[in-house]
């Protein structure tokens, strides 16, 4: 698949995802619905890998490593951030969590030895100040004392349990192990994590009977889950942490869009700063000024081939 369009499905999905999730707090405990998403697009991982005969076995050591990638990726991670929700609205939940580029940026960094361009620093600041100034007035009227400071907390905890899950993913998909069957073992190792700790919290297996709770159940499972998961695994295995996870500064602003039609979100001139911001961030991270060429030999006109008679 393209670049751009893997760019545009994780975005747009993932954009969409905090808004599903507040559907799913409420009645059910956080980590039992999480075990029914993952445990639904493990379920269809499986089947799918089943279906075009892909390759399930891996080594003993791979195993393992799948195994954290789940617990960091999929069960410690999303556990931390449907609780946050439960203090912190999914806008100023999306807003913590896109510090994954900058951890990601430094991860790499530390991990890998990877030299990161000066340009992709600079594109991540751009694009995180653009998402604070684009919800400066939500953050104004907050108080981050008790319960914000405590969801803010939960945040980026979350995130940087999944900066460290996108490092072993890079570092499993450069062993050679192909992304499909990667996830389904990893959702499934997730599920495991999951019901093992619904189950020593004391939580019952009950699910919600509400329309609302099943359609953003079934939403977050196929699509929030198997196609989001392997279109960004898709990216970091082919541009690495640093670009892939720009997609985390973008999906805000898909947030923004769902706030404007469904919580009605007042658009201000920090919108519009933040919107030019983030765009300007994008632009610098994913272009690579240096293999381009210069505008002036593009519009260069060509001389003309001399022509037998």
């Known amino acids: 698949m393209h670049t751009a369009l893997l760019y545009l499905i994780t975005v747009l999905i993932w954009g969409s995802t905090w808004f599903a999730i507040e559907f799913q707090l409420g009645d059910v405990a956080v980590e039992v619905s999480l075990v029914y998403r993952f445990g639904l697009a493990a379920l269809l991982l499986w089947l799918w890998c089943w279906w075009r005969r892909l390759p399930m076995r891996m080594p003993l050591p791979l195993h393992l490593s799948v195994a954290l990638m ?15 929700q439960l203090y912190l609205t999914s806008a100023m939940a999306a807003i913590a969590f896109s510090t994954l580029l900058l951890m990601n ?5 530390l991990f890998f030895g990877q030299p990161i361009a000066k340009r992709i620093y600079v594109g991540a600041l751009l694009g995180i100040g653009g998402i604070v100034v684009l919800f400066a007035p939500d953050l104004a009227e907050r108080s981050l004392l008790n319960t914000s400071l405590l969801g803010l907390i939960l945040v980026l905890s979350g995130t940087l349990s999944a900066s460290f899950g996108n490092m072993l993913s890079v570092h499993n998909s450069r062993r050679g192990l192909a992304i499909l069957p990667m996830n389904a073992w990893g959702m499934l190792y997730g599920t495991v994590a999951l019901t093992a700790l619904a189950l020593l919290n004391g939580k019952s297996f009950s699910i919600g009977s509400t329309p609302e709770y099943l359609w953003s159940l079934l939403y977050l499972s196929l699509f929030g889950s198997v ?9 970091l295995k082919r541009m690495g942490p640093e670009k892939a996870s720009y997609v985390i500064v973008l999906f805000p602003l898909v947030a923004v869009v ?15 700063i933040g919107f030019t911001l983030v765009l300007t961030g994008n632009a610098l991270v994913l272009t690579p000024f240096h293999k381009l060429k210069p505008l002036w030999l593009r519009f260069k006109p060509r001389k003309k081939l001399a022509t037998v008679p």
Do not use: K, P, V
């Open 70 to 84: 789940a617990l960091l990726n999929f069960a410690l991670n999303y556990y931390l951030l449907y609780q946050a």
């Open 105 to 109: 940026i430094i991860n790499t960094r």
């Open 227 to 235: 196609i989001a998961f392997g279109c960004y695994f898709a990216l």
């Open 258 to 272: 769902f706030s404007s039609l469904f919580e009605d979100f007042q658009w201000q001139l920090s919108t519009l």
